[in-house]
């Protein structure tokens, strides 16, 4: 989890209770957990979109690159 143990977990948890208090930080990580997984939504669809973009061929061939050089499968000395 992004290299974080859990005593730096349980710090994290104490500092957004001291900052957001008893009564606010379900409401906060509720919010927080609803960006998150908007942010995440929006950036699966990015990634879905580029993956199945034309224009990237188009650019290759303007270049005089092929697609295939970016898998070439050449063993590694």
């Given at each position: 989890?992004?290299?974080?143990?859990?005593?730096?977990?349980?710090?994290?948890?104490?500092?957004?209770?001291?900052?957001?208090?008893?009564?606010?930080?379900?409401?906060?990580?509720?919010?927080?957990g609803?960006?998150?997984?908007?942010?995440?939504?929006?950036?699966?669809?990015?990634?879905?979109?580029?993956?199945?973009?034309?224009?990237?061929d188009?650019?290759?061939?303007?270049?005089?690159?092929?697609?295939?050089?970016?898998?070439?499968?050449?063993?590694?000395?």
């Amino acid at each position: 989890m992004f290299g974080v143990g859990a005593p730096e977990a349980l710090f994290i948890g104490l500092i957004a209770l001291f900052v957001f208090g008893p009564g606010n930080l379900a409401e906060a990580t509720r919010i927080a957990g609803a960006m998150l997984g908007k942010a995440q939504r929006k950036l699966d669809e990015a990634n879905a979109e580029l993956i199945s973009a034309d224009y990237p061929d188009e650019w290759f061939v303007e270049r005089g690159l092929q697609t295939d050089d970016l898998f070439d499968e050449r063993p590694v000395d």
